[in-house]
T-cell receptor, first 118, second 119 residues
């Protein structure tokens, strides 16, 4: 158990709908990262939050948005869903430093949310 | 930009044998970290081992060791005495670690190697 929790574990919805994925980081971790894993794109970084503020953006679609709340949990909102959005969405967290070498750089992953868009 | 290459899509290994999973990386930044993650069929991503670019010794974690060859830009994972439970996808990943890279800490992943342990 990594200490990172994600809900729900599975989500099935229809095209055009909107869903919210939730993540709670490990105790003490200030950074939260969202990744998407799909068969055609592999594992792709979407977005990072650090202590409530957006820190870095990756290949995140405009239809997707995220936020990190004062209690450090994060939510990823996916709207106007398309079939191609079906994927495994991971949240990861790391020790609350801005960078630096050593194991503090390690990101621990949650169990993922498997999204199926029909 | 960083790049990770895993050239073995799949491997079959006899139980109790050692196995080496290949990983090469590319970056122009001297400060980085290399990671291996295991993804069993249940889907979760499990951290296995970390190697920093300035670490003098190869990292070891139980049955896992990382064969770090900086000049060749390779970071192969070695699993000793393989077990049936080692059957999974294995991903090599890297991130930059210099403080000035704040905001550029994303993990870049390879395409993975599917390891199957044969009894």
């Amino acid at each position: 158990d990594s200490g990172v929790t994600q809900t729900p574990k599975h989500l099935i919805t229809a095209t055009g709908q909107r869903v919210t994925l939730r993540c709670s980081p490990r105790s003490g971790d200030l950074s939260v990262y969202w990744y998407q894993q799909s068969l055609d794109q592999g594992l792709q970084f979407l977005i990072q939050y650090y202590n409530g503020e957006e820190r870095a953006k990756g290949n995140i679609l405009e239809r997707f948005s995220a936020q990190q709340f004062p209690d450090l949990h994060s939510e990823l909102n996916l709207s106007s869903l398309e079939l191609g959005d079906s994927a495994l969405y991971f949240c990861a967290s790391s020790v609350g430093t801005s960078g630096g070498p050593g194991r503090s750089a390690t990101q621990y992953f949650g169990p993922g949310t498997r999204l199926t868009v029909l | 930009a960083q790049k990770i290459t895993q050239t073995q899509p799949g491997m079959f290994v006899q139980e109790k044998e050692a196995v080496t999973l290949d990983c090469t990386y590319d970056t122009s930044d001297p400060s980085y970290g290399l990671f291996w993650y295991k993804q069993p069929s249940s889907g979760e991503m499990i951290f296995l081992i970390y190697q920093g670019s300035y670490d003098q010794q190869n990292a070891t974690e139980g049955r896992y060791s990382l064969n770090f060859q900086k000049a060749r830009k390779s970071a192969n994972l070695v699993i000793s005495a393989s077990q049936l439970g080692d059957s999974a996808m294995y991903f090599c990943a890297m991130r930059l670690t210099r403080i000035s890279n704040f905001g550029n800490e994303k993990l870049t992943f390879g395409t993975g190697t599917r390891l199957t342990i044969i009894p």
